[in-house]
């Protein structure tokens, strides 16, 4: 069993609101149908089970870019989004956050009734991997969300979330059914995380005797779990700072948007008429659906496409993301008639941004790039939590 990885996020206590919570599914299921028509249904599963890559993707959907709230939400909206297509995309996602996960059996269940699969198999792998994350390592952390996601060909991923009273954090578990070998045998290829103190692991090969009674292992060698990290650590504070982000990733997708624009590439002649606000955005969810895993690494870059519901790194613009998405949706239906045209302009994208870096120097103010996406932000729909942008006074002055 290959357990991707694992996150581990502050705890933060909120609500997405509904009019970001609508446009979270519309681009979570245009990202999904992307990424199966390029890359095919078990690529989702792929990309789900890799905390930096689903990190990437709460981010770039507007949520908070650090907090446990990225994973309720994504899921949740995936879920929304994916589930009445999931006949054509052979995508199902079950499970939720506290009550929603109790449901997962019947959910498999009856998924198994119209594609076929055994659902009692699929049943037990749900409960498994929750038991082995919730009780049989005791690492301080309590579970209360599990999602299981599975494609009709019988292949599954797990995105479930813990808790620590002590810690105040949360820890996220990824999954992922490729390599299936045991679940009590050595079933990760690592466990990893912030010292919380002892930790009881009887999912270890050296436990095997002791299975039928009570023992304590005590840890593994810290320089095999060091060989065997994947571990992403979100810092407490809530800001985005410069040293959260590869400047120079940053950096040359703005270059791209706010300097080149389309109209200086050849083969990106298919997307002019766009906005440089929406290239910038575009770009990134770009990278999202088609960059490879050694690109998300700093996920909070990821945040410069739609912002934050708590504004930050600044108020989510929803013109820029309502364009962003119509886009895609367009691209999308064109590629199914067989017009694939846009949709390979999209996904040239990621590769006009990735040649700029070759030569980009970083020397903007990471903080003015900020203050300037939050003194434009009335323009393009800025919304948080707490309300609509306004206009700086200056502004507002000239307005009346």
């Not at 206590?13 to 681009?27: F, I, N, Q, S, T």
């Not at 990190?55 to 994973?71: N, R």
Request: proline share 4%; with cysteine.
């Amino acid at each position: 069993m290959k357990r991707s990885g694992s996150a581990d996020l502050p705890l933060h206590y909120g609500y997405v609101p509904v009019w970001l919570a609508e446009r979270m599914a519309k681009l979570g299921l245009a990202v999904v149908e992307n990424i199966v028509l390029d890359y095919g249904k078990d690529e989702v599963l792929r990309r789900l089970s890799d905390p930096f890559w689903f990190q990437s993707l709460g981010a770039v959907m507007g949520m908070d870019w650090h907090s446990s709230g990225i994973t309720t939400s994504v899921m949740g909206a995936l879920k929304r989004a994916v589930n009445p297509h999931s006949k054509e995309l052979g995508i199902y996602i079950c499970g939720g956050k506290g009550k929603y996960s109790k449901e997962t059996p019947n959910e498999l269940l009856k998924i198994s009734e119209t594609t076929g699969l055994d659902g009692n198999h699929l049943v037990k792998c749900s409960k498994l991997s929750a038991k082995v994350d919730n009780t049989a390592i005791q690492d301080g952390f309590q579970l209360y969300t599990h999602n299981f996601i599975l494609n009709n060909s019988g292949k599954w991923a797990v995105v479930q979330q813990g808790m620590s009273a002590q810690s105040k954090t949360a820890r996220r578990y990824h999954w992922h059914s490729e390599t299936l070998t045991s679940f009590v045998d050595d079933p990760h290829t690592f466990i990893y995380g912030q010292n919380t103190g002892t930790i009881l692991n009887m999912a270890d090969k050296q436990a095997e005797g002791s299975r039928n009674g009570v023992m304590q292992i005590a840890g593994e060698n810290p320089e095999h779990m060091l060989k065997e990290i994947n571990k992403l650590i979100m810092p407490s504070h809530h800001d985005v700072k410069a040293k959260d982000v590869d400047l120079k990733r940053l950096g040359a997708v703005l270059w791209l948007a706010q300097e080149k624009q389309p109209k200086d590439f050849e083969d990106l002649l298919l997307l002019q008429g766009l906005g440089p606000r929406t290239l910038q955005s575009l770009a990134l969810v770009s990278e999202v659906i088609h960059g490879t895993p050694s690109r998300f690494k700093d996920p909070a870059r990821f945040s410069f496409a739609h912002g934050g519901k708590d504004g930050h790194p600044f108020p989510v613009p929803t013109k820029v993301y309502d364009e962003t998405i119509g886009i895609l949706q367009n691209a999308i239906h064109k590629a199914k008639l067989g017009i694939s045209e846009k949709n390979e302009a999209i996904k040239r994208l990621t590769q006009a941004a990735q040649n700029a870096e070759k030569d980009f120097i970083p020397n903007a103010n990471f903080d003015k790039v900020i203050e300037k996406e939050r003194n434009d932000s009335w323009k393009y729909g800025g919304r948080t939590v707490f309300g609509k942008a306004k206009a700086p006074i200056q502004q507002q002055l000239k307005l009346f």
